[in-house]
């Protein structure tokens, strides 16, 4: 199972501001990358260390992390945001795990 | 522009041994500071992390999966295969290939390819 939880459903109204969140342990040692997945596509990098994004991801994408936590925030969220979201980090352990996802709805 | 593409049989037997290759394009395995990895992705669920082999030729397992899996670098240095062992059902999923930064950051995958395991 992952060490690394994360709600399984926000919504946000076109426009707004969403924040994802990703609680771990190992959160507290470790940045957490981000990643979107649309229907039947692979992961996309969307955010990685303390809070870059990959060439050709919007600057409405932001991460940030907080003791336990980590975050991505989309910040007046598209319709082409809504997908799967899923941190990646280290665990308890060291080795690699992914968190459980959050389904993203843009109403 | 670096280019993954996993290949393989999309149907294996329980308990039998599952292999994957992704050929990669646009990079060598051997060179740079990269995580050459699998992850797979359960119908319907999230993703699970499998392993890595490092540029180095080091690899890493999943703990979980440690006991039945390996990743090897073909000697062309543009291949890199997974084989998982004893599958059940359990292991159907789709498996990507994927290079990271580190062992958490991948910013090139595969397209994937789904692997059913059944009889």
């Known amino acids: 199972s992952s060490e690394l939880t994360q709600d399984p459903a926000v919504s946000v109204a076109l426009g707004q501001t969403v924040r994802i969140t990703c609680q771990g342990d190992s959160l507290r040692t470790y940045y957490a990358s981000w990643y979107q997945q649309k229907p039947g596509q692979a992961p996309v990098l969307v955010i990685y260390?303390?809070?870059d994004r990959p060439s050709g991801i919007p600057d409405r994408f932001s991460g940030s992390s907080s003791g336990n936590i980590a975050s991505l925030t989309i910040t007046g969220a598209q319709a082409e945001d809504e997908a799967d979201y899923y941190c990646?980090?280290?665990?308890?352990?060291?080795?690699?795990?992914f968190g459980t996802g959050t389904t993203v709805t843009v109403l | 522009q670096v280019h993954l593409q996993e290949s393989g049989p999309g149907l294996v037997k329980p308990s039998q041994t599952l292999s994957l290759t992704c050929t990669v394009s646009?990079?060598?395995?051997?060179?740079?500071?990269?995580?050459w990895s699998w992850i797979r992705q359960h119908p319907g669920k999230g993703l699970e992390w499998i392993g890595y082999i490092h540029s180095s030729g080091s690899a890493y397992y999943s703990p979980s999966l440690k006991s039945r899996v390996t990743i090897s670098v073909d000697t062309s240095k543009t291949q890199f295969s997974l084989k998982l062992t004893s599958v059940t059902a359990a292991d159907t999923a789709v498996y990507y290939c994927a290079r990271g930064r580190t062992g958490y950051e991948y910013n090139y995958w595969g397209q994937g390819t789904l692997v059913t395991v059944s009889s």
């Open positions: 260390g303390e809070n």
């Open positions: 646009g990079d060598s395995i051997s060179s740079g500071n990269f995580y």
């Open positions: 990646n980090s280290r665990d308890s352990s060291g080795s690699f795990v």
